[in-house]
Structures are given as C-alpha cells and as structure tokens.
C-alpha cells in the first residue's frame, strides 16, 4: 500500500491538509451566522470521527507499518506519536488547552469589551495552533503512503477542527462584538496543519524511503489514536448522548471499512 512515488502526491497532500486545517473556518462561520452557537449537533459527527481514525490506525496504518519495518520499529513509532502528542497537551495550560471548551455554547450575555475574554479567544487560537500542527503532519504523511487513506483522514480531523473553530471564535466576538475579527483568528488558527505538512515534508524529505514513511504511518497512528481517545470522545460525550455517540463511532468504522473494501 505504501507507494514508492512520493513526490507525485505531494501536491495532493498538501491540498488535503489545507482542507483540514482551514475547517476551523468552518467552526468561525456558524458562529458567524448563529447568534448563539451551539455544537451539540457535532456530538455524533464526532464519533464518526473517532471511528475513522481508530479504524484506519489499527486496520490500516499500524499493521502496514509493522509489516514493513518490523514489531520492534513500528510498535516503537506507534507510541512516539502517542508521547509527542501527549507532551503537547502537557505543555499547553488547560485552560487555553483547545481540548478544554468549557463556555462554548454559554458564552456571556454582554458583548462589551473585554480583555479576559479577548485574550481566552487568542490563547484559544495559539493553542490549537501548536495542537493542529503535528495534525498536519499527520494528514499529509498519510496522503503520500496512500491518497485514499490521506482523503479519509482528512475528512476525520476537518469534522474534529470544526469545534475548535467555534472555541477560537466565540469568545473573540463577545470581546469585541467583531465577528469579522473573530472569524479571522480561528481561521488562522487553522494554518498550522499546512504549514506542519510543509515543515515537515522539507525535514523528512531527503530521507522518505519506504521504510521512514511506513514508520511515520506507525506515529501518524499514534496521533490519530491519542486525539480520538483524549479528544474526540470526551468531547462528542460532553455535547450529546451516549448512544448517540458509539452509534457514530460504529457508523465510523463500519463506512471506513466497506470504503476501503470498495475502492
């Protein structure tokens, strides 16, 4: 599965990275449009998320992985990709943490300015800056082994980023009544997916080998597993009900594999 024609799908890459990222966007227009914005809504397209991700990680990119590099190096870059997301979280304080998004759909009631507010948004936005940028990474590297996987992942994290949009924007606009202001920083928020496939491609450009991409696939399983467990779950959790999330989860999988079945 692992294509030996890496250069040729490198436009391909990027442009499914852009798309993930820029769905912050997504996130700035329904708080745009929605004088009081809710993500409830989100809670089942959330589990169909984690499903995507869960099941490409341990379906797909993990056991490609192993067979190419071995038990030893696979399993090895699996948990790297764990730890490197993991250190991120730690490193970010909780409340600008972009998996923390208490006040989303109760913002305050006033829309005069204010500085604690305003500066909840830019945390928000740096926050999720620094967490979407091994996402990026993650998206583009899994374009270039396989573009069918790179499209389905893609989809997963521009479904998980749409919340994070919401997050940036809202507490922006009640700061300064300025949806356009707000728009535009969760929007930027968004920028550091591409910029991380970027970076990242000219690093590891000059050694992608099959077997460095077969274990980048193993750490881009680690992320996706990591952001579906610490993220994606709680969150669906939070906004909507127990069936109504593992249902998504189920449907999840269960396109994931007929997908890959079919195609």
Request: no cysteine; proline share 6%; hydrophobic share 55%.
């Amino acid at each position: 599965m692992l294509e030996s024609n890496v250069d040729g799908s490198v436009g391909i890459a990027l442009a499914l990275t852009a798309i993930a990222g820029l769905s912050t966007g997504i996130g700035s227009a329904i708080a745009y449009f929605i004088k009081k914005p809710r993500v409830t809504y989100l809670s089942f397209s959330l589990g169909v998320s984690a499903g995507v991700m869960i099941y490409i990680s341990f379906m797909e990119l993990l056991p490609d992985a192993l067979e190419a590099v071995g038990p030893i190096w696979g399993l090895a870059a699996f948990f790297m990709g764990i730890g490197a997301i993991g250190l991120i979280d730690m490193l970010i304080p909780e409340p600008e943490n972009p998996h923390e998004f208490a006040g989303i759909d109760e913002p305050a009631a006033d829309r005069t300015e204010s500085p604690s507010l305003m500066r909840t948004g830019l945390m928000l936005a740096l926050a999720i800056g620094i967490h979407n940028f091994p996402e990026g990474l993650a998206t583009f590297a899994s374009a270039l082994g396989d573009v069918k996987l790179g499209v389905f992942i893609a989809i997963a994290i521009a479904i998980h980023n749409i919340p994070e949009g919401i997050a940036v924007s809202v507490p922006i606009f009640y700061a300064t009544g300025n949806k356009n202001k707000a728009f535009f920083y969760s929007f930027l928020s968004g920028l550091s997916e591409p910029v991380g496939a970027v970076v990242g491609y000219l690093i590891l450009r000059p050694f992608l080998t099959p077997a460095v991409l077969a274990g980048l696939m193993a750490f881009v399983a680690g992320v996706m597993v990591y952001i579906s467990l610490d993220e994606l779950l709680p969150m669906a959790h939070r906004y909507g009900h127990g069936h109504l999330v593992i249902t998504g989860i189920v449907l999840g999988m269960f396109v994931m594999a007929v997908s890959l079945l079919l195609l």
